[in-house]
């Protein structure tokens, strides 16, 4: 800050005759003393102020993905993985922005402006208020640009995240718009959308390409005003050169503040409108199911439970009703098998009892009381899942068959495995169960990552087991083998097993027929076929379709 | 669970490959003109900064120390000329610089999302979704900032410097000596610096990657990982990763809290050199102070384009190594090249022939051997079989998803591979085993956009798939 007091003096001297030359060595002396201070200061500053907003970031980041893990999954279909991931990302990246380069630059730019301009006034004030009426404007137009420019950044922000939204939504369906032959629709829509994005972005650049050399006009608007009064004042003798220079100096050295007045109100702006973002995220209430925190009489999970759902009805957020006054129950230690058409709320069923989607109060049971009066814990350890469409992470398969399990003893895996039938193909890669499977485990066939998600399952040792629609990328011969190998553990758990083929359900305890959301008959096997109602039909179709099978088989299809 | 898959990204190279270079410009060739126009005005911008002091200088020494007010009013009328004209220079060379890196990167966005349009299955067995998206948007994105910021940036700073040494030379050589006499040692600290900020920058691109690998794996998985109760176990893994950022960024905030006010202090040095030695010549009478006003200014506006200098060059690796990774994806042929026959039928008639077709995903494992069968038109044929057996396989061939390795599949009488792909599968039907739906309306997703399909046949097909949607009445498809 006394730099351009210092050259004043400096200058002073020189020109004023001092003829010592004591005071030239003098003056650069203390300017670089100065000069040195300062700099441990501003180090100081930094360390201490982008340590801390770096250290605000990752515990942002930690804060919103551990809240994120605890919201309901209903809010996963309504938002997008691509947003998610850019509030993460981006938004956290702009709220740090504000607190650090933010706060010390608005810190940096006030000391600043407060030192010059008293510094100023004490060389003169009149040319200082003179100096400073360019500076109210500067205000005008960094408020006027701030809003505007962020206005469209927002839109251009908006614009990439459909366009890279677009782009995952194509290269993850690319075998179906191949297969469609829809290759040049797409380009021509990702062109479009190309576009848009490039004339937003230029928006945008127009409005930062008069933003920025208007401020530097402003300035340069007030140095003019000093070079002009200050000149003359210089003429009539009222002011040494020493002073207009440092005058100059000090005027040089508000610019870089008044442009940081921009950048912080930019930043600041930015900043908000991503914490605003990231509250959304952080105001969602997390699914009810992590709310229970203890049983009424700390009771545990019976091993193993029994199930009942009690006039059970159910919508997804306000769409129509899946489910409606479906009652049935399962025995402690029992199978049920549930068949129906697609869309008549097998799944949902699976959903509800683990507690994925919220049940209504009192319509689902396990162990004898709500499934909504178990703490998720308890609920999960108990529970055994595979669900329609299979997730594996990448990694190996052994990190995977062991995602759920507490501890990871190899003969549980291969044992879980083996029940899966998933030993032979295991057996084949290279590496066994050190082989890493890739990204959603693209390097496994759909029914290998259908079994790989059943020995996931099963490694749990799980007392309530269900599978929803396991089986549907699984020939019927496996099936039956996995069916076989899963018995001797059965008795021991739970089962709800949810498929397509009445093959599948055939030795279950009893099974249910669902038909839109609502239960039409229910019973055993025999007790089914007897009635000669839905599920005789559809056992009868898919027999005669085994048989037409084995038929084409015999006759040896080329 | 760290997929290998994703290091390829993290190799930055040199910040500066001619090779490139060469192939980075030829995207802008087709905006020459503006790019033209945007250097010029670059200049011009240049010179208007270069000449604000200059002009400070002559009012001091010709009309303040001798003594001419009117002289002085022309000099400041001058001045805010000059204040003015580089406002235009400055806002027409923004503009135009981002208009031609607009322009180029758009085509090169284009020129990528096309290109993977056209590969093979095969292709994005082996390139998971994530990485090709980055490809697609982020390293466009990042190239973008080349040119903005890195590449205009550089020259105008190349100009300037260049610039003001010049002027310095020209108005006194012996000041602009002592003046220039910390550069080189500046140019030495921040060689030093940049090669840390290089290290920090490297290893936080790597942390970021993963970081943002396993926060994309636990939103999409989200249904598994609250089905098993694993939220403690995704959580602690993200911390781990997120922690280590955090570290990686505390280096790089500490090297750039001893860079930043170290440059501070030498252009501090700098200017106590020159009030030292410019007031004894002033003394000597051998200068006017206007010079020494001048110089003064000159030095604060060297030091900008130092203090920036890593980040450019941060810029400059990203830009490189990003321009790298795009060149490669770029440079993969399409491993079914399409070649079709002159004249193919105008109406398919369906005929179905496999003549010893051998397939693998992975060299020396064929997944199918020696198939060969005949399907005649209007047949209705099924594939039986245990999983694994290559059902999805002859279908993924009869596709030309993936080329086959001997043999040869014929349509109508005529090998697939003389079929133009997209009319061969035009006239295929596949209903995949992997469902996957577009997001929009369920008119969108049964027509895919082909506007050539009528309303009553798109209705047609929804009623023969038996498609019952229960809103569907209320909002229509």
Redesign the interface.
């Known amino acids: 800050m006394a730099l351009p007091w210092l050259v004043k003096g400096g200058i002073d001297a020189a020109l004023y005759g001092q003829p010592a030359s004591g005071s030239l060595v003098k003056f650069p002396l203390l300017i670089l003393a100065a000069a040195a201070l300062q700099g441990f200061f501003r180090y100081c500053w930094r360390v201490n102020i982008h340590g801390f907003s770096r250290r605000c970031e990752a515990d942002l980041r930690d804060r919103v993905f551990a809240h994120l893990q605890r919201l309901p999954l209903s809010y996963f279909n309504r938002v997008k993985t691509g947003d998610l991931m850019s509030r993460l990302t981006n938004d956290v990246q702009a709220v740090r922005e504000l607190m650090g380069f933010g706060s010390l630059a608005i810190v940096d730019a006030l000391v600043v402006i407060v030192f010059s301009i008293s510094l100023m006034i004490t060389i003169d004030p009149w040319l200082t208020l003179w100096s400073m009426l360019a500076m109210p404007s500067i205000t005008v137009v960094v408020r006027f640009f701030g809003r505007h420019i962020f206005r469209w950044s927002r839109h251009t922000q908006e614009q990439l995240s459909a366009l890279s939204a677009f782009v995952q939504e194509n290269l993850s369906g690319i075998r179906v718009v191949q297969a469609y032959a829809q290759e040049a629709n797409h380009i021509a829509r990702f062109r479009r959308l190309s576009s848009e994005y490039r004339e937003k972005t230029m928006w945008l650049a127009t409005l930062w390409g008069i933003f920025w050399p208007l401020m530097q006009v402003l300035a340069g608007i007030a140095a003019t005003i000093v070079l002009w009064l200050g000149g003359r004042q210089v003429l009539q003798g009222t002011m040494t050169l020493g002073e207009f220079v440092a005058f100059n100096g000090y005027l040089a050295m508000l610019t870089w503040p008044m442009m940081a007045v921009g950048y912080v109100v930019n930043s600041y702006q930015r900043g908000v409108a991503a914490l605003e973002r990231l509250g959304e995220v952080l105001d969602t209430p997390v699914s009810p199911r992590y709310r229970t925190a203890a049983t009424p009489a700390g009771r545990r999970m019976p091993v193993p439970p029994a199930v009942e759902f009690r006039n059970l009805s159910f919508a997804y957020d306000d769409g129509p009703p899946v489910l409606t006054g479906v009652s049935f129950k399962i025995a402690a230690g029992q199978t049920c098998g549930i068949v129906g058409e697609t869309g008549s709320g097998k799944s949902t069923l699976a959903q509800v009892l683990l507690r994925l989607y919220e049940p209504p109060d009192g319509s689902v049971l396990v162990g004898g009381i709500d499934v909504k009066s178990w703490p998720v814990r308890e609920l999960q350890r108990a529970a055994g899942f595979v669900s329609q469409d299979v997730f594996l992470f990448s990694g190996t398969i052994r990190e995977n068959i062991l995602f759920g399990a507490e501890d990871g003893a190899l003969e549980r895996v291969e044992h879980a495995a083996r029940v899966a039938q998933l030993l032979p193909a295991i057996r084949e890669f290279g590496a066994g169960f050190e082989t890493t499977i890739g990204e959603r485990g693209a390097r496994l066939s759909g029914g290998q990552k259908q079994r790989a998600a059943l020995a996931r399952a099963l490694v749990k040792d799980p007392a309530l087991l269900i599978l929803d629609d396991a089986f549907s990328s699984v020939d019927a011969e496996t099936e039956e083998a996995i069916l076989r190998a899963l018995k001797p553990a059965m008795r021991n758990r739970t089962t709800l097993l949810i498929a397509q083929r009445a093959s599948a359900v055939r030795d279950a305890d009893v099974i249910v027929y669902l038909r839109a959301g609502a239960v039409i008959e229910q019973g055993t096997h025999d007790q089914l076929l007897k009635r000669r109602g839905a599920y005789w039909e559809l056992y009868q179709k898919q027999r005669l379709m085994r048989e037409v099978e084995g038929m084409i088989d015999q006759d040896g299809l080329p | 669970?760290?997929?290998?898959?994703f290091r390829e990204d993290e190799i930055l190279g040199k910040a500066y490959d001619a090779r490139l270079m060469v192939r980075i410009l030829r995207y802008l060739q087709p905006y020459a003109a503006l790019l033209a126009i945007s250097l010029t005005f670059l200049l011009l911008h240049t010179a208007s900064q270069l000449l604000?002091p200059y002009i400070?200088k002559v009012?001091?020494d010709r009309?303040?120390?001798g003594?001419d007010?009117a002289g002085?009013?022309w000099?400041?009328g001058a001045?805010?000329a000059?204040?003015?004209l580089?406002?235009?220079f400055?806002?027409v060379q923004?503009?135009t610089t981002?208009?031609t890196g607009?322009?180029a990167?758009?085509d090169l966005?284009?020129e990528i999302?096309?290109h993977?349009?056209?590969q093979d299955?095969a292709f994005?067995?082996r390139h998971?979704?994530?990485r090709?998206?980055t490809r697609?948007?982020n390293d466009v994105?990042t190239l973008n900032e080349l040119f903005s910021t890195g590449v205009v940036g550089l020259v105008a700073d190349l100009f300037i410097v260049c610039g003001i040494a010049a002027a310095m030379v020209w108005l006194d050589w012996r000041l602009a000596l002592v003046s220039l006499a910390g550069f080189p040692l500046i140019l030495y600290i921040s060689r030093f610096y940049r090669r840390r900020a290089r290290d920090v920058y490297r290893q936080s691109r790597l942390v970021l990657a993963r970081l943002?690998?396993g926060?994309?794996?636990?939103?999409?998985?989200?249904?598994?990982?609250?089905?098993?109760?694993?939220?403690e176990k995704?959580?602690a893994r993200?911390?781990s990763a997120?922690?280590e950022?955090?570290d990686v960024?505390?280096r790089s905030?500490?090297y750039?809290?001893?860079f930043?006010?170290?440059i501070?202090?030498f252009?501090?040095?700098s200017?106590?050199?020159l009030?030292?030695y410019?007031?004894?010549l002033?003394?000597d009478n051998a200068i006017q102070?206007g010079v020494?006003?001048a110089f003064?200014?000159y030095i604060?506006r060297m030091y900008q384009p130092i203090r920036d200098l890593a980040e450019k060059y941060n810029i400059m690796q990203a830009a490189m190594a990003s321009a790298e990774r795009i060149f490669t994806l770029l440079d993969t042929p399409a491993a079914i090249s399409n070649r079709p026959l002159a004249k193919l039928p105008e109406t398919v008639r369906g005929e179905i022939a496999f003549r010893d077709v051998w397939l693998s995903y992975r060299p020396g494992e064929p997944v199918l051997r020696g198939i060969?069968?005949?399907v005649a038109p209007g047949e209705k044929v099924?594939?039986?079989?245990?999983?694994?057996a290559g059902k999805?396989s002859i279908v993924a061939a009869l596709?030309r998803?993936y080329e086959i390795d001997r043999g040869a599949i014929l349509v109508d009488g005529i090998d697939i591979r003389h079929w133009d792909?997209?009319?061969l599968?035009?006239h295929?039907g596949?209903v995949?085993?992997?469902v996957?739906?577009?997001?929009g309306d369920i008119a969108g997703n049964i027509t895919?956009?082909?506007s050539r399909i009528e309303r009553e046949q798109l209705l047609d097909a929804a009623r023969r798939a038996r498609c019952?949607f229960?809103?569907a009445a209320a909002t229509g498809l």
Not at chain 2, 436 to 439: G, P
């Open positions: 669970m760290i997929d290998e898959s604000g400070t009012a001091i009309y303040i120390a003594n007010p002085l009013d000099m400041v001045y805010l000059n204040v003015l580089g406002f235009v400055l806002f923004t503009y981002e208009s607009q322009r990167m758009q966005r284009i999302f096309t993977l349009q056209h299955i994005f067995d998971p979704i994530g090709l998206m697609t948007i994105e943002n690998a926060l994309q794996e636990s939103i999409a998985g989200i249904g598994t990982v609250q089905a098993f109760g694993q939220e995704m959580l993200f911390r997120n922690t950022y955090r960024l505390l905030v500490r750039n809290a001893v930043f006010p170290l501070e202090i252009s501090a040095l200017i106590g050199l009030l030292f410019g007031g004894r002033i003394l102070a020494v006003v003064i200014q604060q060969s069968f005949h099924a594939l039986v079989g245990p999983t694994g999805t596709c998803f792909k997209q009319a599968r035009r295929l596949l995949l085993q992997d996957f739906l577009f997001s895919l956009g082909d019952r229960r809103r």
